[in-house]
């Protein structure tokens, strides 16, 4: 169930949001839930890649070519 919660923004970032969701055609909540959603999206990413990457490279798997190598 969606939730209320206070956020406080700088007036020069409302701005530039008002701005946006204008463009977009999309409401204020709608331009910060999908800005939450990618932020949590990238830091899962991430906080994965950081735990994955080591274990990678003792196999082998340097950069994107040496996967791409191995799914080919």
């Known amino acids: ?4 919660i206070p956020v406080m923004l700088p007036d020069e970032i409302i701005a ?4 946006l969701s204008t463009t977009d055609g999309v409401s204020r ?3 910060i839930g999908s800005a939450v959603e990618e932020y949590l999206a990238n830091r899962k990413f991430h906080d994965l890649r950081a735990r994955v990457v080591p274990q990678a490279r003792q196999a ?7 996967v791409f190598r191995q799914v080919s």
């Open 1 to 4: 169930m969606p939730q209320t």
């Open 16 to 19: 530039d949001m008002d701005a």
């Open 60 to 66: 082998g798997f340097v950069n994107d070519e040496d």
């Open 29 to 31: 909540d709608q331009l």
